[in-house]
């Protein structure tokens, strides 16, 4: 069981614990006792506070992938910002037709752009899908951009950017599934 998980088992276990007593507690009054209703709204208050605590415990267990995928996102787009805007300066460089900036400035602004998504308990995957997706797309656009590949390959590209665009939406509440939090 890892770190996350005991802690979890041990503050549920605690909540419990503290629920049992309470209830052994409010057993020891008579119902016409003025010490009963003190100690069986001390039973409501754990009992509350052990709901709460069991209804966050999903995000709690996904917290640590949602982590992950949150430094895999962050740096997959950065890193394929800098590579943008590596290629746009290797258009001067190696004196290419200035053409090929209608096909980078928009990569490198959808990457910039990228950089500051949110990521969430309920999309992570989708987000890290999309970031892995991205180095196909950038592999792709460098590659075609350094003229290794031939320029049909543009409409892979674009399909990649759909992809990419489409899995990284979906948190945006754009999509019906963002609607339903």
Known sequence: ????????????????????????????????????AVEYARLVNSTSRLVEFEKTIPERLAEPERRR??????????????????????????????????????HFVGTVAGCFQKVDAEQHRDLRFGAVGLHVVALLMALISLSVISRWFIIAAALGWMLVAGSSMDSTGADPKGARR
């Open 69 to 106: 995928s949150e430094r895999i996102v962050t740096w997959s787009w950065r890193g394929q910002a800098a590579i943008g805007a590596v290629l746009i300066a290797l258009v001067f460089v190696l004196d290419h037709s200035t053409w090929w900036l209608v096909l980078l400035v928009p």
């Open 1 to 36: 069981m890892g770190s996350t998980e005991q802690q979890i088992e041990e503050q549920l276990t605690q909540l419990q614990q503290k629920v049992g007593a309470r209830h052994a507690e409010v057993l020891k009054h008579d119902v016409d006792d003025d010490q009963f």
